[in-house]
């Protein structure tokens, strides 16, 4: 049974949305450009802050932003969302917090690995799940390369003492799926996250369509 846990924060634990949309918009009305409608914002999560901010400023990759433009989104972007992310009403997605209760208390070691900013990941995870001992709890800070890279999820087993299939990668986006591959763990994705649900249909791994499911899935038999 498998109960080395690791799990995505956006999209995955957590509904996110409003608070990256207001972060993001507030960053770039004060440069004098056009916010996004939090649906317009939802594509453009999960490859970190750099990316995002790419995103709403058009560009398709960070590589091809202005690096000028991109900076000065970037940092309003970090400037803004750490003070608004609460009060826009971040939460977790209904029946997590008692999903990863009641994995904690069957024994599971969970930790957390985002692309969000480790200085937002941190009192994110401790203010929305004050109990749950989620251990390495890591977001971006530039120590190992972003998701889909391997790196990060491969210290976490080496952390833990585990082998790499010893480990499972709950996520809500192909960026999830591939990091599991590379670093060649088993994987869960979530159909409720950020992630266009048809592209996750393609990818060889369980999607979990509903909070008990994937419940199920986590504590029952391996996979």
Not at 60 to 88: I, K, N, T
Not at 175 to 181: H, I, L, P, V, Y
Request: one cysteine or more; hydrophobic letters at 45%; a neutral charge.
């Amino acid at each position: 049974m498998r109960r080395h846990i690791v799990f995505d924060l956006d999209g995955t634990l957590v509904d996110s949305l409003p608070g990256i949309a207001e972060g993001v918009n507030r960053a770039l009305v004060s440069l004098g450009r056009t916010p996004h409608a939090p649906q317009a914002v939802r594509g453009m999560i999960g490859r970190g802050a750099a990316n995002l901010c790419a995103a709403a400023l058009g560009y398709a990759d960070v590589s091809l932003a202005p690096q000028e433009e991109l900076q000065a989104v970037h940092s309003a972007f970090m400037r803004e969302y750490p003070h608004c992310w609460q009060g826009e009403g971040t939460r977790p997605y209904p029946g997590i917090l008692s999903m990863v209760r009641s994995l904690a208390a069957a024994g599971a070691k969970m930790a957390v690995l985002s692309n969000k900013p480790h200085e937002v990941t941190l009192p994110m995870v401790h203010t929305l799940f004050p109990d749950v001992p989620f251990s390495p709890l890591w977001g971006f800070s530039g120590r190992f390369p972003r998701k889909p890279a391997p790196d990060a999820l491969l210290a976490i087993a080496t952390e833990w003492g585990v082998r790499p299939q010893d480990l499972t990668l709950v996520g809500d986006s192909l960026f999830d799926a591939r990091t599991a591959s590379n670093a060649a763990c088993s994987c869960l994705l979530v159909a409720w996250g950020y992630a266009s649900t048809a592209d996750l249909e393609d990818w060889p791994a369980p999607l979990c369509r509903t909070v008990p499911d994937l419940q199920a899935k986590l504590l029952g038999s391996p996979f």
